[in-house]
């Protein structure tokens, strides 16, 4: 989560290893940027998912998420979150193939990086140029939990 803070906010960041804690003001204080019209960003938060014990190394899963239709995948120990809706016709990614951090799509073999949304190859080998590329979403695993980073209006 990003935020842009007025300079003359009372607010304070703090870093524990890689993860950035927001302050409950910081968070208030982007929501009122929002409804402002200022700005139109929506502060993040993580939502619980599913147990880890659920999820099986180099599987894909779908798991709908406040009508957001999201992948989830454990690759090297690790847990990613995209869209499960192919950018290209719609097709459910939780239906295709994953194979060395790579999806692929079920209708027409695009494929896309695990660990960021990026498009490797468009539909039928197309250029990755002519499909956008996935929503990726921040994930963790805290108490035998799995957290996604959605934004809040999702
Ligand atoms: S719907 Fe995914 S490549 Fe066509």
Redo the contacts with the bound molecule.
């Keep these: 989560m990003k935020l842009d803070l007025p300079p003359n906010s009372h607010t304070s960041r703090r870093f524990i290893g890689a993860v950035q804690y927001f302050s409950i003001s910081q968070i208030f204080n982007a929501t009122n940027l929002h409804s402002s019209g200022r700005e139109t960003k929506c502060p993040n938060m993580f939502v619980p998912v599913c147990a880890v014990s659920e999820l099986q190394e180099g599987e894909l899963y779908r798991f709908d998420i406040r009508d957001r239709p999201l992948l989830v995948v454990m690759y090297d120990g690790s847990v990613f979150a995209t869209d499960s809706i192919?950018t290209?016709?719609?097709?459910d990614l939780s239906l295709g193939m994953f194979s060395r951090g790579i999806i692929t799509?079920p209708?027409?073999?695009?494929m896309f990086r695990v660990d960021d949304g990026e498009v490797v190859s468009g539909?039928d080998g197309s250029s990755p140029d002519s499909i956008r590329r996935l929503g990726f979403y921040r994930a963790k695993i805290e108490n035998g939990q799995v957290y996604v980073d959605l934004p809040q209006n999702a």
């Design positions: 192919c290209h016709q719609e097709a799509c209708l027409h073999r695009a539909p």
